[in-house]
């Protein structure tokens, strides 16, 4: 039993062991570090070096306090909007949301939405660099005499408007990349084990994001640049309430009432639509438009007019014939129906996240490799977002339309991850050419066999090889193709209101 024993103890002592010797190496490493960030930021910002927090061991420069009068991020549960750009200590950019630094460190992209991050900021981090997370929940103390000649609070809560750089520690970072020009990110990764500098500016906080987003797509329909709104429902106890009219010749269906965006039923909220969009008369407005200092959008409204005019150059090139409305076509779709769909959707700041469209890539991305395909959609099948399911199959065939939705039948509140995935393919091909004088071939043919091969191989291919081959060109030629395939896939933030304009094909003959 004793010897049994012995044994049985001594896998686990060996794991003991092995536990405690990592993490006395972590320890080891920790302090180390600890003193490397502390000597450079003695010898690069010594005026820091008292603005060390000890939460974290990260210091801090308060580049602007911000909003007094505005709540701190640590009074509540938030989301917050962050504007950032990370560096490592030898100022090489790795992650940003500005597209000045993405264009400095050669990773700028035209299909990344350069716009602070978005982001969960609760008692407990789930998706920020800890450090940053730190700094927003935490009360930063300050040097007095930092704080005095700048005139700050020694103890300081980051807020809306506050802009801070922060010089963190590893242990409160994690290794760091980028995908496909998101987030700036190109040569340079952050290992595990490095330091990094974040510079980030609070641009807003945000309680009830899905109330935030309601309210944005609701002001955006009552813009009356945009036509106004108008919800149908069967609340009975509302006394303004309208159930949406059956009939298409009634005054109050939506093809006849002023407001031109309408919800798309009763019941479904936040799904509005505007049944006589027509991009040859109808310019969307955009409160607040995005803009880059690079193309295509450091000229919005004429990026926007371009894709305008390729609509209707594509789909309504006959100017005797133009695009006659709604009211002149006649079959809706229905949920069993199969659907030809052309799309361009959009964000509401009117950045293009994807379209099927050629004559819109090609104004947005330049030249795509890819060309565009009609999309085939049966809505009962429900591949797509929501806001497709709940409109489309009231749709008409030959029908332009513009569709509006919240996260909640867009693409939720994780929303989509930007990247860029690459995979190559090779192809060989080979033309050989035959000739009653290629000896060479003839041979090869005849004598090429275990038996003759050392003998005939050796002589017949020093001669006529030599001679037919070189001369005359007979023989083989190949060549390899590698083809390079780039997918991309556009970010859509968390909590994300989607515009869709549509077209759906006429039906076959």
Known sequence: MKFCTRMLCLPALVMLLAASCAKEASES?????????????EKYHPE???????????????????????????DTICWVKFDFSGRDLAGNIILTRRATDA????????YTHYVPYYRYCGEFNTSMIEGSHLAMRNTLHLDPAYAAARGLDAELQLRP???????????????????????????????????FIITMEICETIKNPLEAEGTQVDDFCKLAANGGLRIYSNDEEDAESVPMPADPDDELHPYHVA??????????????????????????????????????YNAFEATQEKVRKALVERFHPDEESPYGGVESLTDSVKLDGTAKVWYVERLLDGFIVDTNIDEVKEIIYGDVAKKGSVEEYTPNDNQRPGAWYYSIPNLRYGQWAAVITTSTYGYGATGVSGTTSSSSSS??????YYDYLNYYNYYNNYYGNSY???????????????????????????????????TITTEVPPYTPVLYEFYIEPQDD
């Open 48 to 74: 820091l070096v008292n603005n060390l927090q000890e939460d974290g061991g990260y210091y801090v420069d308060v580049l602007d306090a911000g909003d007094m009068e505005a709540k701190p991020i640590n």
């Open 103 to 110: 264009k400095l460190a050669g990773s700028y992209t035209k």
């Open 452 to 486: 003759y091969n050392s003998y005939y191989n050796n002589y017949y291919y020093n001669y006529y090889n030599s001679y037919y081959y070189n001369n005359y060109y007979y023989g083989d030629s190949s060549s390899t193709t590698t083809t390079t395939t780039t």
């Open 427 to 432: 192809s060989s091909s080979s033309n050989y």
């Open 161 to 195: 408007g506050s802009k801070v750089t922060l010089y963190l520690p590893s242990r409160v970072v994690g290794g760091v990349s980028g995908t496909g020009g998101y987030e700036g990110q190109t040569d340079y990764t952050l290992s595990s084990g490095k330091p």
């Open 29 to 41: 490493y920790d302090k180390f570090e600890t003193l490397a960030l502390g000597a450079w930021m």
């Open 259 to 296: 407001e031109r965006w309408v919800s798309v039923n009763d019941t479904i909220p936040q799904v509005y639509v505007n049944l006589r969009y027509n991009p040859a008369t109808d310019r969307i407005t955009y409160p607040n438009p995005y803009s880059s200092p690079y193309e295509p």
